[in-house]
């Protein structure tokens, strides 16, 4: 059973230019959540795919945007990158249906470093 | 954004010690978490909590859900070295009512001397 895949695993920019990560979804999941992970910190909330539309975002500038595809993978695109934006980028997948519970299971995430 | 404040930061503890470690928010969540992030990988979801005054285990690990909802616990018995790693607490709103994010505490870096 395949767990949640992600790629490339390391990825490294200039500022200004563009950038799209991709991760596919646990194997029965239908709902993709991307995080971001600075150096020290615990992930913050970017956005939430559910259904190929975007149902909650975090505190994120429109720089970053994203797509969910009929088979339930997904991609994060960061444009005009930053110094800042350099992080560790998570997936996380989960059932989405449900309105109780929805455990969220990541991937082993890309690192970015902008330069 | 928010995060949780979850405690201590950082704790070196022997071989075969109980490990103690909190998280507290100004919010209420309906659901809490408990992760744990070796170095270069993703979080491994440890602990699933639903309910207020919830006591669950997995294995050496207990976690709770406080009464208020606005806080939770995690116990490690009898450490061991693979026990290292850096545990994160996560806090969930209600889906229901539209929250699907989750909001995660600092860390906790745990350290096991053998």
């Known amino acids: 059973d395949a767990g949640v895949t992600q790629s490339p695993t390391h990825l490294i920019k200039t500022r200004g230019q563009q950038v799209t990560l991709r991760c596919s979804p646990k194997?029965?999941?239908?709902?993709v959540s991307w995080y971001q992970q600075a150096l020290g910190q615990g992930p913050q909330f970017i956005f939430q795919?559910?259904?190929?539309?975007?149902?909650q975002r975090g505190n994120f500038p429109d720089r970053f945007s994203g797509h969910q595809f009929p088979n339930y993978s997904s991609e994060l695109n960061v444009n005009a990158l930053l110094l800042g934006d350099s992080a560790l980028y998570l997936c996380?997948?989960?059932?989405?249906?449900?309105?109780?519970?929805?455990?969220?299971?990541f991937g082993p995430g890309t690192r970015l470093t902008v330069l | 954004g928010q995060q949780l404040n979850q405690s201590p930061q950082s704790m070196f503890i022997q071989e075969g010690e109980d490990v103690s470690m909190n998280c507290t928010s100004s919010?209420?969540?309906?659901?809490w978490l408990w992760y744990k992030q070796d170095p270069g990988e993703g979080p491994v979801l440890l602990i699933a909590?639903?309910?207020?005054?919830e006591l669950t285990s997995n294995g050496r690990l207990t976690a709770q859900f406080g009464i208020t909802r606005k806080d939770s616990f995690l116990n490690i018995s009898a450490s061991i070295p693979s026990d290292v790693g850096i545990y994160f607490c996560?806090?969930?709103?209600?889906?229901?009512?539209?929250?699907?994010?989750?909001?995660f505490g600092k860390g906790t870096k745990l350290s096991v001397i053998p």
């Open positions: 996380a997948s989960s059932l989405g249906g449900g309105k109780v519970h929805n455990e969220q299971f």
């Open positions: 194997s029965g999941h239908d709902t």
């Open positions: 795919y559910y259904e190929e539309e975007e149902r």
């Open positions: 919010s209420i969540f309906n659901t």
């Open positions: 909590l639903y309910k207020a005054g």
């Open positions: 996560a806090g969930q709103g209600s889906p229901g009512a539209g929250s699907y994010q989750l909001t």
